[in-house]
């Protein structure tokens, strides 16, 4: 099967389908998605190398007596190893041998077939297409801002960051009633956010003000700069972005107006699910392009294009 392979340089390479072992199941990828951390990866992060990819819907397709079989799935991230002791605590997001799909010691999603464990795995409904359900691990990556500093309608929360992930958790915050502002750098996507109820703003005019809670998804280590001055005494600022590099960060930023820093990273697939079943969130808006997989390269270089959503891949064979 062809993939897209990364071994300090991507390449599209010729694998052999991958073998599910106990307790995993081997999945038909249809879509899968390109991401931030996904192009972080090319400049270094994790050092990985492996078969690129962590967002993707597709259809299980093995072993034969998986009561999973024929199933459309979506699919958790990271794989635990059962048996540490962060797992035996419940905690196997943060598994002390964690492998992570597509980004650490895992063999991921851009490639007709993965491998995963069934454990992993969350159904996804027939009235959910693919251009929806393959958004379902940013959109709980989203959720989880709410379970990382609760939100109460009375919150006012800023988000610094109009990528995809950024107005997805735009979106989700509008939903939960609080007064919700994104802050970016492109015209075309905060106009994406203010028909769900957000105010937006250019970073460079967002107006005086702190938030009770700034939720930082920019990618950037400027973003976490805007986000900590924003952040009033007693606050929280909520740190999504992953990417290569160092933030030289003052103590006394943290110290002096007590306030919280919290790291966010994957959330809950159910409640993703839901939204989009629901109609509750509509992701078509962020779609820039769709490439086929034999194409993947060309996918990678539009997707790094100044203003660019999310570009997705079709990883089925012979399409």
Same mark, same amino acid.
């Given at each position: 099967?062809?993939?897209?392979?990364? +071994?300090?340089?991507?390449? =599209?390479?010729?694998?052999?389908?991958?073998?599910?072992?106990?307790?995993?199941? $081997?999945?038909?990828?249809?879509?899968?998605?390109?991401?931030?951390? +996904?192009?972080?990866?090319?400049?270094?992060?994790?050092?990985?190398?492996?078969?690129?990819?962590?967002?993707?819907?597709?259809?299980?397709?093995?072993?034969?007596?998986?009561? @999973?079989?024929?199933?459309?799935?979506?699919?958790?991230?990271?794989?635990?190893?059962?048996?540490?002791?962060?797992?035996?605590?419940?905690?196997?997001?943060?598994? &002390?041998?964690?492998? %992570?799909?597509?980004?650490?010691?895992?063999?991921?999603?851009?490639?007709?077939?993965? &491998?995963?464990?069934?454990?992993?795995?969350?159904?996804?409904?027939?009235?959910?297409?693919?251009?929806?359900?393959?958004?379902?691990?940013?959109?709980?990556?989203?959720?989880?801002?709410?379970?990382?500093?609760?939100?109460?309608?009375?919150?006012?929360?800023?988000?610094?960051? +109009?990528?995809?992930?950024?107005?997805? *958790?735009? @979106?989700?915050?509008?939903?939960?009633?609080?007064?919700? /502002?994104?802050?970016? /750098? /492109?015209?075309?996507?905060?106009? $994406?956010?203010?028909? &769900?109820?957000?105010?937006?703003?250019?970073?460079?005019?967002?107006?005086?003000?702190?938030?009770? *809670?700034?939720?930082?998804?920019?990618?950037?280590?400027?973003?976490?700069?805007?986000?900590?001055?924003?952040?009033?005494?007693?606050?929280?600022?909520?740190?999504?972005?992953?990417?290569?590099?160092?933030?030289?960060?003052?103590?006394?930023?943290?110290?002096?107006?007590?306030?919280?820093?919290?790291?966010?990273?994957?959330?809950?697939?159910?409640?993703?699910?839901?939204?989009?079943?629901?109609? &509750?969130?509509?992701?078509?808006?962020? =779609?820039?392009? *769709?490439?086929?997989?034999?194409?993947?390269?060309?996918? $990678?270089? @539009?997707?790094?294009?100044?203003?660019?959503?999310? %570009?997705? $891949? +079709?990883?089925?064979?012979?399409?």
């Amino acid at each position: 099967m062809l993939a897209l392979y990364f +071994d300090g340089q991507p390449t =599209i390479k010729e694998l052999p389908q991958p073998e599910p072992g106990p307790g995993e199941v $081997l999945v038909s990828v249809h879509l899968a998605g390109i991401c931030r951390t +996904d192009l972080e990866v090319l400049k270094g992060y994790h050092g990985f190398k492996g078969v690129m990819g962590h967002e993707f819907v597709g259809e299980v397709a093995a072993p034969e007596d998986s009561p @999973w079989l024929g199933q459309r799935v979506a699919g958790e991230i990271t794989i635990g190893c059962g048996v540490c002791d962060l797992c035996r605590r419940g905690l196997a997001g943060h598994c &002390r041998q964690r492998q %992570v799909l597509g980004l650490k010691d895992h063999d991921g999603a851009f490639a007709p077939y993965l &491998r995963l464990p069934a454990a992993n795995l969350h159904a996804v409904d027939p009235e959910v297409p693919d251009v929806f359900a393959v958004f379902t691990e940013p959109l709980a990556a989203a959720l989880r801002v709410l379970e990382a500093a609760p939100v109460s309608p009375s919150a006012r929360v800023l988000v610094v960051g +109009d990528g995809s992930l950024g107005l997805q *958790i735009s @979106w989700v915050l509008a939903l939960s009633g609080a007064e919700v /502002h994104l802050a970016g /750098h /492109h015209p075309e996507h905060l106009a $994406l956010a203010r028909p &769900r109820g957000v105010a937006t703003f250019l970073s460079a005019d967002l107006p005086p003000g702190d938030y009770d *809670i700034v939720v930082e998804a920019s990618g950037s280590p400027s973003g976490l700069e805007l986000a900590l001055t924003r952040v009033r005494p007693r606050g929280t600022v909520v740190m999504k972005s992953t990417y290569v590099g160092h933030y030289p960060l003052d103590p006394a930023v943290l110290v002096v107006p007590e306030v919280s820093l919290v790291g966010c990273r994957c959330g809950p697939f159910a409640g993703a699910l839901r939204l989009l079943r629901d109609g &509750r969130v509509d992701p078509r808006p962020l =779609i820039n392009r *769709i490439f086929p997989l034999a194409r993947g390269l060309e996918a $990678l270089a @539009w997707a790094q294009r100044p203003g660019v959503l999310k %570009v997705l $891949l +079709d990883c089925r064979e012979g399409d």
